[in-house]
């Protein structure tokens, strides 16, 4: 009896721990992203290069100081460039989302049926949900990788290999970055000839689960730009349940994904924009996964109009488009229309929902189209929108399609570098250590200046130390 009160005890703690620890990690991922020749090497987190300030015109030659931590200085007189006319690229776009339940792939798998189904894309986005068990072990212990690593693996190989069993030399892929969070596991791939464009990777990991922080609810986010567009996909598992209310700890849950969600950069480089810092920022976004949301209607309605494959009727009953339509949530994005069944629940290997066999009302669990993907993005253009049918889990599948328009020049680059670039004024500023010469007013100018632009930059680097530091 004593060890029992003692572990019962002791998960606090262990709650406490696993949050720092999937604080501390919350950055790292996992990626294919540096090649050499044809072996690839596995970094775990990608770190900002040849960091810059971001300095305004007419700036004191003073205040710019050679830094040893990877800060650059601008060079004086450096002439603006010319307007730049911006290309556009349109490239193809698999996203895909599956709860596994818990779950690890088997030989007999084969996802070539799943990822292969459309016409070949450029872009691979595919999240999980549930690749381990939900349980106290999980949740609280330390974080099961060997399933993500099988996934990874079977990903690989079906995006690799042809049905002849060959590689396929012609569209290889490789993997940009992939991130787990206790069940939920996001992985981004790419084209070998395009992960040259692909820069500024960052991920960002939310815990909305026990205590309202724990992972076995929330998001994982990875922000990348491409070429010059960014992106942001948002795999999500969000909270459960079917009672009467629960459609409002979901909206609650993505509402602290949006606030929390951050991507700390230590660094704003010439030539480009200032990078997206939360996921709204960017200029596309994708949000995948069991979103959870049900049908608020009873039972005995569901199936009849389940029998009677009246899926509009249903669709009027689906608590997301409520509560969207509402304004409570996803204001101004984008869901394709909903031409397939519910996907959530069925027996496994089965193409009967549960709720057809269960004569428990508490183990019923009403259909509902609880894997969900939705956008937001002018350069965004979906193509399809379906579910597959593997029986692997007691979901099905979901992916779609999408066109996106990539700026393959940056057309923001002429403003940029203005703002980075010191020039010659009227009024020239000399070192600041030799300010006799100078007027009191552009020294003021000057000083107000750079106490702005470094106050800007110490705030944010605290920010994103404190977000790990203040919890150790």
Known sequence: MKIESKKSKSWPKLAVKNWLSTKNSSEKFNSEYSVKGTSTETRKSCSDQDSYILVPDNFSEGWLKHSTNGMKRSVLGEKKPPSIITNTLNLRMFVGTWNVGGKSPNKGLDLRNWLTSTSPADIYVIGFQEIVPLNAGNVLGSENSGPATKWLAFIHQALNTTNNESPNQNQRFSLVASKQMVGIFLCVWVRVDFRNHVSQLKVSRVGTGIMGYLGNKGSISISMRLFQTTFCFVCTHLASGEKCGDELRRNLDI???????????????????????????????????????????????????????????????????????????????????ICFAPTYKYLTNSDQYVAQTCKSKEKRRTPAWCDRILWKGEGLNQKMYVRGESKFSDHRPVYSLFTAQVEMTNKNLTRSVSTTTVSRSPCPLKPFTNSSSLSSTCCAAAKVQAEEQLMLLATRTQSCIDSVSRFL
């Open 255 to 337: 509402s602290e994904i949006l606030k929390r969600t951050k991507f700390c950069h230590s660094y704003k480089s010439i030539g480009h924009s200032v990078p997206p810092e939360s996921i709204l920022e960017h200029d596309n976004i994708i949000w995948l996964g069991d979103l959870n949301y049900r049908l608020a209607a009873g039972y005995d309605d569901i199936h009849e109009l389940l029998k009677e494959n009246n899926l509009k009727a249903l669709l009027e009953k689906d608590q997301l488009r409520m509560e969207q339509k509402a304004g409570r949530i996803f204001e101004g994005w984008n869901e394709g229309s």
